[in-house]
């Protein structure tokens, strides 16, 4: 414990943290997109309730959930404290950005992005997560609930704004994740990079098209 606690409390143990916890993150977002995939099916939302039914039901379930909500939290206070200790290092901001500045654009607004999107986590859990999990006990369609949240266009826009800024947070996570385990110079970093665009390009726009369809399909 004494030495996960002395690599936690250095800087590239915390690099380190904020690099797993976000691939750990990344794979949920797989999983949790390939269910909502069931949206698509056409048949009235029967399997996808089928589906938002079973998983309460699960043991496993409820601690993968609680296991989430720790790496979650474990990835903001962790990828917080680095941002805060950069900040901190570059007290003053530089007058003119050279167009050959090794430091990424995108490296500048991951707090912001970060924040935006955590935002969006929460209005997201407290219309879909919450009435599943906390109801009043009657039983209700997942589907419709879907249905009625997009619905709103103000709902589906903001919906669409946070998984631009995803897409954003997750390109710079997915290179800053390569640069701190040591893969960026290897013969195989544009096959790896390719290999993230599912991550940081493709997972946002396949979550995209749930509003953009719910929209044009009222």
């Given at each position: 414990m004494g030495l996960l606690t002395d690599l936690y409390s250095s800087s590239i143990g915390k690099k380190i943290t904020v690099g797993l916890t976000g691939i750990l993150l990344c794979a949920y977002l797989v999983v949790h997109l390939a269910g909502n995939m069931l949206l698509f099916r056409g048949d009235g939302g029967a399997a996808f309730d089928a589906y938002a039914d079973v998983l309460p039901s699960l043991l496993v379930i409820r601690i993968i959930e609680i296991g989430l909500f720790a790496v979650f939290l474990l990835h903001i206070v962790t990828g917080t404290i680095v941002w805060i200790q950069n900040r901190r290092a570059r007290p003053v901001p530089y007058a003119v950005h050279k167009k050959n500045d090794t430091s990424d654009p995108l490296s500048r607004i991951m707090f912001v992005t970060g924040s935006?999107?955590?935002?969006?986590?929460?209005?997201?859990?407290?219309?879909?997560?919450?009435?599943?999990?906390?109801?009043?006990?009657?039983?209700?369609?997942?589907?419709?609930?879907?249905?009625?949240?997009?619905?709103?266009?103000?709902?589906?826009?903001?919906?669409?704004?946070?998984?631009?800024?995803?897409?954003?947070h997750l390109r710079h996570g997915f290179q800053s994740a390569l640069q701190t385990f040591g893969l960026k110079n290897l013969k195989y970093t544009r096959a790896i990079e390719a290999a993230g665009l599912i991550f940081w390009l493709l997972i946002p726009v396949g979550f995209a098209t749930i509003p953009i369809f719910y929209l044009l399909n009222p």
């Open positions: 935006v999107v955590f935002i969006f986590l929460v209005v997201h859990l407290n219309t879909f997560w919450v009435p599943a999990r906390f109801g009043d006990g009657s039983h209700h369609s997942m589907y419709g609930t879907v249905v009625e949240a997009f619905s709103s266009p103000l709902y589906s826009v903001f919906y669409l704004l946070a998984m631009v800024l995803l897409a954003f």
